[in-house]
């Protein structure tokens, strides 16, 4: 009976060991930008941390039907050290994956690293 419980005790402590991490909530702090995602509601909100006259966006597609959809932009232009909210309507559980950027006119745009969530 012993053996048996501690069997059972190391298999349900494996099962927790190999359980990913919950995806759903990230956040990006970038060069002039900085951006998070709440799973709960669908909220973006990106920060122009820049001070430098450069808009800043968010880049975002959605896993739907099998495929990854297009990227969808939201730009946000509301100065220096201001925060712009985004309220989007997702599904509960889809795959989302995203980058926050800044809009450098005549130059290469500055972006985080694509992050991945789940709203």
Known sequence: MKKYISSAAAAAALSLMATPPALGDSQVNGDG?????????????????????????IRYR?????????YRRM????????????DLSLPEHMDLQWMACVN????RDRCSFKENDKS
């Open 33 to 57: 930008v900085g951006a998070s995602f709440q799973s709960s509601g669908e909220k973006f909100r990106l920060w122009d941390n820049g001070c430098d006259g450069h808009a800043v966006y």
């Open 75 to 86: 730009d946000y232009d509301g100065g220096c050290r201001t925060m712009g909210l985004f």
């Open 104 to 107: 450098r006119q005549f130059l």
């Open 62 to 70: 959605v896993f739907q039907n099998n495929r990854w959809s297009g």
